[in-house]
Nanobody, 124 residues
Framework: QVQLVESGGGLVQAGGSLRLSCAAS????????MGWFRQAPGKEREFVAA????????YYADSVKGRFTISSDNAKNTVYLQMNSLKPEDTAVYYC?????????????????WGQGTQVTVSS
């Protein structure tokens, strides 16, 4: 089993920055991908960004490209989401997820393990 724990959410003004962390523990995989997703009230969960476990290839949703950066620290089994130039529409609960394999996937249903989420609120 895999445990994922997100942290780093909070309240920030528009234009500000936050860095989310996702610490993974438990079962290990020879290859895997980590993704960040978000869900705003009354909206469906949407893909934000993904990274291959080795810290190589990345993939971003158009809505965050150029503002958000996903990275990983394999020594700490942690994935980060640096969020800059935040907008009120970025307000959501952010979840990290893991899927075995080395493909970057944007569909949440293809991820096997999920964290509990961390709230990000951007005020205007």
């Amino acid at each position: 089993q895999v445990q994922l724990v997100e942290s780093g959410g909070g309240l920030v003004q528009a234009g500000g920055s936050l860095r989310l962390s996702c610490a993974a523990s438990g079962r290990t995989f020879s290859s895997y991908a980590m993704g960040w997703f978000r869900q705003a009230p009354g909206k469906e969960r949407e893909f934000v960004a993904a990274i291959i476990g080795s810290g190589g290839s990345t993939y971003y949703a158009d809505s965050v490209k150029g503002r958000f950066t996903i990275s990983s620290d394999n020594a700490k089994n942690t994935v980060y989401l640096q969020m800059n130039s935040l907008k009120p529409e970025d307000t959501a609960v952010y979840y990290c997820a893991l899927r075995p394999g080395s493909y970057l996937i944007s569909q949440g249903g293809r991820y096997d393990y999920w964290g509990q989420g961390t709230q990000v609120t951007v005020s205007s």
